[in-house]
């Protein structure tokens, strides 16, 4: 089980990306597009460099839906691998079995 310490900072990452999506993403258009001018453009960045470091959607950490578990994450199924593993062979996963030979 994972500190809930990370859990909760990463959630609490994942609203401030929602919260600022659209702003970032207005930003990012004026910034890649070809016709706009040099000072727009630095606008834009200085714009961007002004929101919270967590707006930025990589600081957001895949973490396990039921642990909080960050490494060996599928994103398939939202689950760590040890998790999948465990739902797999108890039949809780449809679609998936473990395999066994």
């Known amino acids: 089980m994972a500190k809930k310490s990370q859990v909760m900072k990463n959630l609490k990452r994942q609203k ?3 919260r600022y999506a659209k702003k ?3 930003f ?3 910034i890649k597009d070809p016709k706009t001018s040099i000072d727009v453009k630095r606008q834009a960045y200085f714009e961007i460099e002004k929101m919270p ?3 930025n959607p990589i ?3 895949h973490r396990c839906n039921l642990t909080g ?3 060996g994450y599928y994103r398939k ?3 760590s691998r040890i998790s999948l593993r465990e739902l797999a062979s108890q039949g809780k996963v449809p679609g998936l079995k473990k395999a066994s030979w």
Request: proline share 5%; no cysteine; glycine share 4%.
């Open 16 to 18: 401030f990306v929602e």
């Open 24 to 26: 970032r993403a207005e």
């Open 28 to 30: 990012l258009s004026i």
């Open 53 to 55: 470091k967590d707006a």
């Open 59 to 61: 600081r957001v950490r």
């Open 69 to 71: 578990r960050p490494r």
């Open 77 to 79: 199924f939202g689950l």
